[in-house]
């Protein structure tokens, strides 16, 4: 069963500080990586995406990828309140018809 | 240019009912993708589809469940004689082009069964 894991927190970061969000999968077939935010009720929303190793930045989101460990993350600099939602990590399997999802980390951001 | 649709966004159904679920894609988005959501769970795959095509369906349960997406018209998943456990949120999301193409969500149908 191919799988993605995330730590499903919560994560508590003060407003302005960098928030740090950590996803692992299990199919070292992979080819194409997500993030997305989904507010509580909504649907999620598209963040970023990732297709090669090493770092992509867009706005305050930085998507970085790591294939050989199998790791992606996303940090958010100078987070706000309504940086505060579910972070959902996913991941398309080796035939990249198929995108498994993580269980999402909750994330805080204190005012 | 509009997003991904869906309709309806809330639908009550009594058990043994059916349930129809419709999702027409973003304008210039031939492929479509359907997903469930329980409550505090993460999203779950169920099917792809491209235009008369059913591509991977492996998440979606043998029984009850069946989708499609004619060649004129919106997506349709149709869960026929519904039970309590089907209760959730179903989300549709479409792409561009396929293999591990950005996936853009509707806003959700959820489905309650009484």
């Known amino acids: 069963q191919k799988e993605v894991e995330q730590n499903s927190g919560p994560l508590s970061v003060p407003e302005g500080a960098i928030a740090s969000l950590n996803c692992t999968y299990s199919?070292?077939?992979?080819?194409?990586f997500f993030w997305y935010r989904q507010y509580s009720g909504k649907s999620p929303e598209l963040i970023m995406s990732?297709?090669?190793?090493g770092d992509k930045e867009d706005g305050r989101f930085t998507a970085q990828l790591n294939k050989a460990s199998q790791y992606v993350s996303l940090l958010i600099r100078d987070s706000q309140p309504s940086d505060s939602a579910t972070y959902l990590c996913?991941?398309?399997?080796?035939?990249?018809?198929?995108?498994?999802f993580g269980a999402g980390t909750r994330l805080f951001v204190k005012a | 240019n509009a997003g991904v649709m869906q309709n309806p966004r809330h639908l009550v159904r009594r058990r043994g009912q059916e349930a129809r679920l419709r999702c027409s894609p973003m304008?210039?988005?031939?492929?479509v993708y359907w997903y469930r959501q329980l409550p505090e769970e993460g999203l779950k795959f169920m099917v792809y589809?491209?235009?008369?095509?059913?591509?991977?369906e492996s998440g979606m349960p043998k029984e009850r469940f069946s989708a499609e997406f004619p060649k004129e018209g919106p997506s349709i998943l149709r869960i026929q004689q519904v039970v309590r456990g089907d209760s959730a949120a179903y989300f549709c999301?479409?792409?561009?082009?396929?293999?591990?193409?950005?996936?853009?969500f509707g806003p959700g149908t959820r489905l309650t069964v009484t």
């Open positions: 999301a479409s792409s561009p082009g396929d293999r591990g193409d950005e996936q853009y």
């Open positions: 990732i297709y090669s190793n």
């Open positions: 589809l491209q235009k008369e095509n059913i591509i991977d």
């Open positions: 304008k210039g988005h031939s492929h």
């Open positions: 199919d070292r077939g992979s080819q194409s």
């Open positions: 996913a991941v398309t399997d080796t035939g990249g018809f198929k995108t498994i």
